[in-house]
Nanobody
Framework: QVQLVESGGGLVQAGGSLRLSCTAS????????MGWYRQAPGNQRELVAT???????IYGESVKGRFTISRDNAKKTVYLQMNSLKPEDTDVYYC?????????????WGQGTQVTVSS
């Protein structure tokens, strides 16, 4: 069984920074793409950023130039450095990894971490 555990969310003032982390554990053979998504109640889940196994990154339009995604394959961890935060960045942030276990490939999600940006 694979588990993703997120950390780093919290309350920050507009203009501030936060760093999210997400670590995978369990019977993992390999990890392909990793990413972060966010979702407010009643809204669809929105892409924040993804990073491929060869470090190609894609960002949502609203976070380009402010957020940076990175990964540490040895630690099975993906990071999201969030700078110049705005109140509209307030959301629950979910990490996502495409993981191969002994059971095959599976799209796995974390439990979500709340990010709140005050004005």
């Amino acid at each position: 069984q694979v588990q993703l555990v997120e950390s780093g969310g919290g309350l920050v003032q507009a203009g501030g920074s936060l760093r999210l982390s997400c670590t995978a554990s369990g019977s993992i053979v390999s990890i392909n793409a990793m990413g972060w998504y966010r979702q407010a109640p009643g809204n669809q889940r929105e892409l924040v950023a993804t990073i491929s196994s060869d470090d190609i990154t894609i960002y949502g339009e609203s976070v380009k130039g402010r957020f940076t995604i990175s990964r540490d394959n040895a630690k099975k961890t993906v990071y999201l450095q969030m700078n110049s935060l705005k109140p509209e960045d307030t959301d629950v942030y979910y990490c996502n990894m495409f993981i191969r276990s002994h059971m095959g490939w599976k799209d796995s999600w974390g439990q979500g971490t709340q990010v709140t940006v005050s004005s």
